[in-house]
């Protein structure tokens, strides 16, 4: 590499996995650029994978020897800057937010499809694990269908293998007795796309994020997202087309169900704000990175 070339990653890594990654960050003579994620592993130790917890605290300290760094949230950003200072660490690179994009699986934005509501089909896309919290909706749907409630609740997402086993079980028991709870643990693009375009709003129960890709992918489908009231997510639900609840509150969750399922005004209002307001871009995301990365060049 040479002295005018970036070294960009949006990788994860430590001493340990990458024996040698200290020293070249040391001593290369190009630039280096990275992209930071989220400090979940730290804040959320007991429901993470035990190597990313293990690694997770040299790779943000590793973090403060690249030239420039992109977080892809606010909050993402003051929780890596938060953990340079706690760290003591006084010579560290600028921090700027990049915007991750809504679109996905090479579709279109679905929009002007109209406004009214769909059917009784609620979605929630992720892995299936304790930070996703799909367990919060499975406790809400079933206080709905023991009243009577007739609606559709479909889980799509791969199964975390340390944490998700439980989580499955309790799937498997609950659509023995409740036969509107369906789970695609291996949904390919075209099934996804499917589900979205049945979907009355998604769900995003999550109780952590770095950014929220699941709520920005919804509302790109069309499909407004009832989330977490989380900090991080309100960067995007703000927007609109997004109904935010109270995080991990049954009951809050239950009648926030409730609602979207019965109040089709509410919910045609949020379809259109989600067709209607702007969503960022993976085309947008690279023509920034490419933008900031040639005027450091040019200003050099």
Same mark, same amino acid.
């Given at each position: 590499m040479q002295a005018d070339d970036w070294f960009l990653t949006s990788e994860l890594f430590s001493e340990d996995e990458r024996p040698g990654i200290t020293d070249f960050l040391a001593t290369c003579r190009c630039r280096t650029a990275a992209i930071f994620h989220d400090a979940i592993p730290l804040r959320y130790s007991q429901i993470t994978w035990p190597q990313s917890v293990a690694r997770h605290p040299g790779y943000m300290k590793l973090l403060a020897h690249f030239d420039r760094v992109w977080a892809v949230s606010?909050?993402?950003?003051?929780?890596?800057?938060?953990?340079?200072?706690?760290?003591?660490?006084?010579?560290?690179?600028?921090?700027?937010?990049?915007?991750?994009?809504?679109?996905?699986?090479?579709?279109?934005?679905?929009?002007?499809?109209?406004?009214?509501?769909?059917?009784?089909?609620?979605?929630?896309?992720?892995?299936?694990?304790?930070?996703?919290?799909?367990?919060?909706?499975?406790?809400?749907?079933?206080?709905?269908?023991?009243?009577? #409630?007739?609606?559709?609740?479909?889980?799509?997402?791969?199964?975390?293998?340390?944490f998700g086993?439980?989580?499955?079980?309790? #799937?498997?028991?609950?659509?023995?007795?409740?036969?509107?709870?369906? %789970?695609?643990?291996?949904?390919?693009?075209?099934?996804?796309?499917?589900? %979205?375009?049945?979907?009355?709003?998604?769900?995003?129960?999550?109780?952590?994020?770095?950014?929220?890709?699941?709520?920005l992918e919804s509302l790109w489908q069309g499909v407004p997202c009832v989330c977490s009231d989380l900090p991080v997510l309100r960067e995007n639900s703000d927007g609109g087309g997004c109904l935010a609840v109270a995080v991990n509150d049954p009951t809050a969750w239950t009648e926030a169900l409730r609602r979207v399922l019965t109040d089709d005004a509410l919910v045609a209002r949020l379809k259109r704000e989600a067709g209607e307001r702007p969503l960022p871009t993976w085309a947008a995301a690279a023509k920034t990175l490419r933008g900031a990365l040639s005027s450091r060049l040019r200003a050099s």
């Open positions: 606010a909050a993402s950003r003051d929780e890596l800057v938060g953990f340079w200072k706690w760290q003591g660490l006084e010579e560290t690179p600028p921090v700027e937010v990049l915007a991750l994009g809504a679109d996905f699986i090479g579709q279109m934005r679905v929009t002007g499809s109209g406004a009214e509501a769909r059917g009784p089909v609620l979605l929630s896309v992720g892995i299936l694990e304790p930070r996703k919290n799909q367990a919060l909706l499975l406790d809400a749907a079933e206080v709905l269908w023991r009243e009577g #409630v007739k609606f559709e609740l479909h889980l799509v997402g791969r199964v975390n293998p340390h086993k439980p989580l499955v079980a309790r #799937v498997q028991k609950l659509a023995g007795k409740f036969s509107g709870l369906r %789970y695609h643990a291996a949904a390919d693009d075209a099934a996804v796309a499917a589900l %979205y375009a049945r979907a009355r709003v998604s769900l995003f129960p999550t109780i952590a994020e770095g950014c929220g890709l699941p709520l």
